[in-house]
């Protein structure tokens, strides 16, 4: 999986959730049954002061993914989560 090799490499690792089931309505209004990836690492920076690096490298991830994954839908999100260490 290329987004595990990039997280991993690029941000010292990742987490990958399988088995996650979601239902959606399609673009043509049928009932999707889904099964979902949940891949999430941290980004050592604050996203107070790197927002546009981050957004950039946000949107380069969507943009690989819709190429190589034959989805209706992607999402990509970014969020700042304090974490006391």
Partial sequence: MAFEEE????????TIVHGIHG???????????????LIYTDLPLALSTNFETVARYADELR???EK????????????QIYHSV
Avoid at 9 to 14: I, L, M, P, Q, R
Avoid at 68 to 79: G, K, R, S
């Fill in 68 to 79: 190589d994954l034959a989805e209706e839908a992607i999402l990509v999100v970014v969020t």
């Fill in 23 to 37: 239902h959606y309505l399609s673009k043509a209004g049928a009932k999707i049954h889904d099964r979902i990836n």
């Fill in 63 to 65: 943009h690989a993914a």
């Fill in 7 to 14: 997280f991993t490499y690029a941000f010292g690792g990742c």
